[in-house]
C-alpha cells in the first residue's frame, strides 16, 4: 500500500473514530432526557441532525476506509445504495442546520410579535417539515439509482463518469451530468445562503436584547452561539465541498483520480464528525448526560483511547 492510500484511510478512520461516538453520545443523552420530559423543538431538531450526521459517517467514512486499504465489496447495486444513502444523509443534514438556525432565530422573539407565532408554527409542526425534507432530498438524490456503477466494472464508463472511488457515476451525456450537477448546488446553495441570513439576523436580535438590557438567559445565549457556530462551520467545510463539486463538473473528462471526491467527502464529513463537539459545549444539560454516555462506552471498551 502506498503512503497515498494509507494518509487517506487513516484520515477517513480518524472522522469515524470521532463522529460516530460523538453523535451516540448526543442522540442518547437527547433520549435520556427524552425519557424523563418532553423535548423542546430545538431539541427535537438536535437529536434528527446527529442520527443523520451519525448514518452519514456510517455510511461513508467507513466505506472509504474500506476503499483505502483496497478492499472493494460493492457490485452495481450497493453502489446505488450506498451513494443513494450518503446523499440523502448529507442533504437531511444541511437542511436540519438551516431548520434550527431559523428556529433559534425565531427563538429570540418576544411574547406576542409575529415572530413569536411563527415559531409556535414552526414547533408544532416539525413532524410535517420533517417528513417532507426526508422526502425532497431522498427525490432530489435519485441519480445514484439510475448511474452508479461499480469502480470493477470502469471499462463500460462514458467520458462523462464521475470517480468516487469504490464507485463511479456514469452518466449517459454531459446534459445529464451537468444538470443533476447544477440541482445538487443548488439544492446545497439555497439553505446556506437561508441560514446564513438567520444567523446574521439571530445575531441583530442578540444585540438588540442587550442593548436594551432584556439580554436573557445565559442557556439562551449558549445556545444561540452554539448555533451560529455549527452555522459557520457549516458554511466552511460544506462550501469547499461545492467549490471542489463545481470544479468537478468544468472537467471536461472523467477524473482518473478520485482526489477531488475525497477531498469532498471529507470535508462533508468533517462537519458530521466535529457538530457533536460543539452540541454537546452549547447545551449543559446535554453535556452531563453525553459525558456520561462516553464513560459508559468506554468502560465497556467501546472507545480506545490509543485510537
Not at 119 to 128: F, K, P
Not at 178 to 186: E, P
Request: aromatic share 8%; proline share 3%.
Amino acid at each position: 500500500m502506498d503512503a497515498s492510500a494509507l494518509t487517506r484511510g487513516l484520515l477517513f478512520l480518524s472522522l469515524a473514530v470521532t463522529g460516530v461516538p460523538g453523535n451516540i453520545a448526543v442522540i442518547s443523552a437527547f433520549l435520556s432526557l427524552a425519557y424523563q420530559e418532553r423535548l423542546s423543538p430545538a431539541d427535537a431538531i438536535v437529536l434528527h441532525l446527529a442520527i443523520v450526521n451519525l448514518a452519514n459517517l456510517s455510511v461513508r467514512c467507513v466505506l472509504e476506509v474500506l476503499a483505502s486499504f483496497s478492499v472493494y465489496v460493492f457490485d452495481d447495486s450497493s453502489c446505488k445504495a450506498v451513494i443513494f444513502l450518503y446523499r440523502t444523509f448529507r442533504s437531511l443534514s444541511i437542511w436540519l442546520t438551516f431548520v434550527l438556525s431559523a428556529y433559534q432565530c425565531l427563538s429570540v422573539s418576544p411574547p406576542g410579535s409575529r415572530r413569536a407565532s411563527a415559531r409556535a408554527l414552526l414547533g408544532r409542526s416539525l413532524c410535517v417539515v420533517f417528513l417532507a425534507l426526508w422526502l425532497i432530498n431522498a427525490s432530489m438524490s435519485a441519480a445514484p439509482l439510475l448511474f452508479a456503477v461499480a469502480a470493477r466494472n470502469d471499462s463500460k464508463l462514458s467520458p462523462n463518469a464521475i470517480n468516487v472511488e469504490f464507485c463511479f457515476l456514469n452518466f449517459p451525456s454531459r446534459l445529464a451530468r451537468d444538470a443533476n450537477g447544477a440541482a445538487q448546488v443548488g439544492r446545497d446553495v439555497v439553505p446556506m445562503a437561508l441560514m446564513a441570513g438567520a444567523s446574521v439576523l439571530l445575531l441583530v436580535f442578540l444585540r438588540r436584547r442587550q442593548a436594551t438590557a432584556r439580554s436573557g438567559s445565559l442557556a439562551e445565549r449558549r445556545a444561540a452561539l452554539g448555533v451560529i457556530t455549527l452555522v459557520s462551520l457549516y458554511l466552511l467545510f460544506y462550501g469547499v465541498d461545492n467549490g471542489l463539486w463545481v470544479y468537478t463538473l468544468s472537467v471536461p473528462q472523467t477524473i482518473g483520480s478520485s482526489l477531488i471526491s475525497d477531498l469532498r467527502i471529507f470535508f462533508s464529513s468533517l462537519y458530521a464528525a466535529v457538530s457533536p463537539i460543539i452540541i454537546i459545549v452549547s447545551n449543559t444539560r446535554v453535556s452531563r448526560r453525553a459525558g456520561d454516555a462516553l464513560r459508559r462506552c468506554q468502560r465497556h471498551g467501546h472507545i480506545d483511547h490509543r485510537t
